[in-house]
């Protein structure tokens, strides 16, 4: 049987359509009546009154009768309709939209001499019963299920399984693994229709961190900054790592006082064998500043300094974490102290306490 098909992605659709041909065949006539009736183009049966509509699937497609005249409604013709090159093309396109076909063919058998008997023949689309994820223990489920963005129930699909195995691969890759090798393959699973997928990783030899340079203003000293990167030379050269260790060491100079502090992108230059690299961090700590609270317990008395000389030290008595703290006063990359900056600043805290009871 020729007929014309429907299996390309949604993108494509309305080009696939727009070129669609549609052949008549005629597997369902008996042996004379093929003698007698040479299959001819569906041109020829346009304008001929719908007799009957018959679904061909697989049997394991539809859970029951119901659900396969379900997808006969959608093709939208009925007996005694016209048989139309515009109802069929809509129809196509609306069995489509339900995700459920692989591909779709539409042909005819002509009947008499004004009926047709349309055939609307679909393959259903495989699903994913299972993901398993094979190999060394170099990073968990979670993050794997979250680099491949598929699971369980989602059609199964050539193109996006390579799109997943693509997407681990650039992940080791960030991670410190660039030669790692991640084979996907798939078998038979549970119900009907249900595949399945293995993926298979083989990390291979990481890139490892040869040594870590810290350069610039380093404020407090360069081993409380070697400290908050909780990096070291032999370590594997992970970007998230490098990134995270980053953010602490901006949050550990803040924590000190150094509330202008800027920490930039880390350099990282990987040897030609890919097997070895070395990280420099640039850091700006600037002036320390310390912002000292005082506290009115009467009217007319001189205020009492809240603790030391350090600005974090109101933290437990306004119960107020650090990250709470920073959030309340907003104190972005280059804060104001100046006589009006500080002023804001004393409206944010108040305007946060007082919101917090």
Request: net charge neutral; proline share 8%; hydrophobic share 40%.
């Amino acid at each position: 049987m020729t007929a014309s098909r429907c299996g390309a992605p949604a993108g494509r659709r309305g080009r696939l359509l727009a070129v669609l041909v549609l052949v008549v065949t005629m597997p369902w006539a008996s042996a004379a009546a093929l003698a007698a009736a040479p299959p001819a183009t569906l041109d020829t049966l346009f304008g001929r009154i719908v007799r009957d509509v018959v679904v061909e699937a697989p049997s394991v497609a539809f859970r029951n009768a119901a659900e396969r005249d379900y997808v006969a409604s959608l093709l939208g013709l009925s007996p005694g309709d016209r048989l139309t090159r515009a109802a069929v093309r809509s129809g196509i396109e609306r069995v489509y939209r339900t995700g459920k076909w692989r591909a779709i063919s539409v042909a005819g058998t002509p009947v008499g001499d004004d009926g047709v008997v349309v055939h609307l023949v679909l393959e259903p689309v495989e699903r994913i019963g299972f993901i398993r994820f094979e190999g060394p223990r170099i990073v968990t489920r979670g993050e794997l299920e979250g680099v491949i963005r598929i699971g369980p129930g989602e059609p199964y699909r050539p193109e996006v399984v390579a799109r997943a195995t693509r997407a681990i691969r650039d992940y080791l890759d960030t991670i410190g693994y660039p030669d790692a090798v991640v084979v996907a393959t798939s078998r038979p699973f549970g119900e009907p229709l249900e595949r399945e997928l293995t993926i298979s990783i083989t990390p291979n030899e990481p890139c490892r961190i040869r040594e870590i340079r810290f350069r610039g203003d380093l404020g407090p000293g360069e081993a409380v900054l070697r400290e908050a990167f909780r990096l070291e030379p032999g370590d594997v050269c992970s970007r998230p790592r490098i990134d995270e260790g980053v953010r602490r060491i901006a949050s550990t100079l803040r924590e000190r006082g150094y509330l202008e502090a800027q920490v930039g992108r880390p350099e990282v230059a990987v040897d030609p064998d890919g097997r070895r690299a070395s990280i420099a961090v640039q850091v700006r700590a600037g002036r320390r500043t310390e912002l000292v609270f005082e506290r009115v317990t009467a009217e007319g008395a001189p205020p009492e300094r809240v603790g030391g000389c350090r600005w974090w030290d109101i933290l437990p008595l306004v119960d107020c974490d650090y990250a709470e703290f920073v959030e309340a006063l907003d104190l972005g990359e280059q804060p104001d102290f100046s006589p009006e900056g500080l002023s804001i600043l004393s409206d944010r805290l108040v305007a946060h306490l007082r919101a917090d009871g």
